[in-house]
């Protein structure tokens, strides 16, 4: 088994050194995206917990996208909330409405801060998720140079 590591075109940069997806086995597990309006980490975060998980579930599905796959199929998500009682049902309402079926299995959980150095500033969460290729499906190649690290 040889992992592909995904670098996907119009998804943020990661704040620190690792891919936006890797792949192996069949599975695909996606880093935790931060609420960045554009690919700059430097960006302004939308105002308010809506905003920034509507602009979360964008990036996931950047990153999904970009590996050829969608949210249908998402078996798992950890949702991080830096202010999980102020932000909870709110966040909730806006994550189920990306789901036209039963939500995957969600782990959410409170956290004092949810990221790196002041990537961390003005955030009220982030999300991750993990999902499976359906059978038959086979992983994109891409040349290394493009989308993969090696």
């Given amino acids: 088994m040889t992992p592909i590591f995904h670098m996907i ?14 792949e192996a086995d069949g599975w ?4 935790g995206q931060m609420p960045f309006a ?3 980490t430097d960006a302004p975060y939308p105002e308010g917990i809506e905003a920034q998980t ?8 950047t990153v999904l996208a970009g590996c050829g796959l969608g949210l249908a199929n998402v078996l798992s998500v950890r949702i991080f909330l830096t202010h999980f009682e102020a932000d909870y049902d ?3 309402a806006v994550y189920a409405s990306y789901f036209a079926r039963k939500a995957p299995g969600t782990h959410l959980c409170g956290r004092y801060r949810t990221g790196k150095g002041r990537a961390g500033r003005d955030r009220h969460g982030r999300a991750a998720l993990n999902r499976e290729r359906p ?4 992983p994109i190649t891409r040349p290394a140079a493009a ?3 090696p």
């Fill in 9 to 22: 075109s119009g998804a943020p940069d990661p704040v620190a050194p690792f891919s936006h997806a890797v």
């Fill in 28 to 31: 695909v597990f996606v880093t």
């Fill in 38 to 40: 554009s690919t700059s």
């Fill in 54 to 61: 509507r602009q979360v579930m964008k990036n996931l599905e």
């Fill in 90 to 92: 709110a966040m909730n």
């Fill in 135 to 138: 059978t038959g499906d086979q």
């Fill in 147 to 149: 989308t993969c690290r």
